[in-house]
């Protein structure tokens, strides 16, 4: 691997007779990781049914590393399904640390493409509202296909700046994450591009916007809101110093322990600028260290009252009237399941989160749950609805099996199928796992899989 020489220098210096074991570690094959969607599986049923040789990751719950060179999971329709989340292992460190609980207020700040929103919106189990931003207009999209294919249901994706972001939320998050932009430098085995665009002017211009986006995110934690803060490099300019810079602007700020299992090891005080003791209750993940890429993170407290921004709660907009088709359409198709907090944007219906603040104004992808579209005289599911369902909510379904043929590959190639019976809305499964819907009509199964998605064929 060709690392940039101001880089090896950098780091020949810095970790003195570590540095040649670091470097080594570029010689290595980077490991590869998957981590499952308790919202859909448990880690017990996943490991009797998966199809993958697998290996327990130490330090994240729920993850896997997977052999890269013998499985592809992306392209199994387990993927599809949202079983899984396909992540580097040492991401999967980070959004523990935050570890919000069912109920509360929680912030990515910066969530693309959706590996620690999609961790984050698990451990919530579906409870409290999550807001996941991204300030990039086209990997906002990733984003919301990725928490669309997890079956998540009280996330609100919004494209905005953090400070834009700030001024709306002042004192509202219970818990924020802030995975910031960086140079990349713990991605190099991963990413070439990573090094392509690696430069000391880039790691200082990333710290200089780190500082930015931590400024945001303080003024948008409550008094008692925790803020984790991650990056994917090394350099000390984006990491120790970012937090120590932090921590003098905001003494109402403290550092909390994370702690430090299998390989993973504390931040380096002797690498800022005030040799502050306190940053060893930072982590950092080092490839020559454990299996998995670099990633430093800190986790702190914001303690004190800031004043907070009001943030009204957003009130559904729709009549009982309007919603007759959608009500038809769950006598027909659904069971035991019921939807709340009805919103309606451009004849698109969701189903927001308890609590959910209020957005107008700001440039939202997806609230909470859509469930689909109001038409003339009728209503049609949204792919959304079908991936947050399970096949006991339905009345009817087409089962395909992984494993007995490739039918489920036809599915997501958009076909249709040809069937006997005639019974409108079919939530299309495989293994009992939900895909996407179908219509069926007249002994013909029309294919409703999104064709965004599809297989090319």
């Known amino acids: 691997m060709n690392l940039p020489s101001d880089f090896i220098h950098k780091f020949q210096q810095y970790l003195q007779d570590e540095a040649d074991a670091f470097f080594a570690s570029y010689q290595v094959s980077r490991k590869s990781g998957l981590r499952i969607n308790p919202l859909k599986i448990t880690a017990d049923e996943w490991e009797r049914i998966s199809p993958f040789k697998l290996e327990k990751i130490p330090f994240a719950q729920n993850g896997y590393y997977y052999q890269a060179d013998q499985d592809q999971p992306g392209k199994h329709p387990f ?11 040492s991401a999967m460190f980070v959004a523990e640390q935050l570890a919000p609980s069912s109920g509360e207020k929680v912030l990515d700040l910066c969530a693309a493409p959706g590996g620690k929103t999609t961790q984050l919106a698990a451990m919530m189990n579906g409870r ?12 906002v999209k990733a984003l919301s296909e990725n928490i669309e294919r997890l079956g998540i249901t009280n996330a609100i994706v919004i494209n905005e700046t953090p400070e834009r972001l700030a001024e709306r939320f002042q004192g509202y998050f219970d818990k924020i994450l802030v995975d910031a932009p960086c140079s990349g430098e713990g991605m190099f085995r991963k990413d070439e591009e990573a090094i392509l665009h690696w430069s000391e002017d880039k790691v200082l211009a990333c710290a200089k916007e780190q500082k930015n986006i931590l400024d945001a995110a303080y ?11 991650s990056t994917c490099t090394f350099s000390p300019e984006e990491n120790e110093q970012t937090i120590e810079a932090f921590l003098m602007k905001y003494p109402d700020v403290e550092l909390l322990p994370i702690a430090k299992i299998d390989g993973i090891e504390s931040g380096r ?3 800022s600028l005030t040799k ?6 930072t982590a950092r993940l080092w490839p020559h260290k454990m299996s998995g890429e670099g990633h430093f993170v800190a986790k702190m407290r914001k303690t004190e009252d800031t004043g ?13 009237a309007q919603l007759k088709d959608f009500q038809s359409f769950l006598a027909e198709t659904i069971k035991g399941k019921t939807f709340r907090n009805f919103y309606l944007f451009n004849q698109q219906l969701y189903s927001l989160p308890d609590d959910c603040p209020n957005f107008q104004g700001l440039r939202v992808l997806r609230a909470g749950l859509h469930l689909g579209e109001l038409k003339k005289n009728r209503f049609e599911p949204n792919h959304s609805l079908a ?9 009817h379904t087409y089962p395909l099996s992984s494993t007995e043929d490739e039918r489920w590959l036809q599915y997501l190639k958009g076909e249709t199928f040809t069937t006997s019976e005639d019974r409108g809305w079919i939530l299309v499964t495989i293994d009992g796992f939900p895909l996407g819907w179908g219509k069926e009509a007249k002994g013909i199964l029309k294919n409703f899989y999104p064709k965004g998605l599809r297989i090319k064929v």
């Open 79 to 89: 993927h599809a399904a949202g079983l899984y989340y396909i992540q580097e292992p």
């Open 128 to 139: 409290g509202v999550l807001v996941a931003n991204e300030i990039n207009s086209k990997r």
């Open 219 to 229: 003024l948008m934690a409550k008094p008692g809101g925790i803020i984790v803060y």
């Open 269 to 271: 005080p002797e690498w």
């Open 276 to 281: 502050n003791y306190e940053l060893e209750k």
């Open 308 to 320: 907070s921004s009001n943030t009204n709660l957003k009130i559904p907009n729709i009549s009982k």
């Open 387 to 395: 991936l947050a369902l399970t096949k006991d909510d339905v009345l």
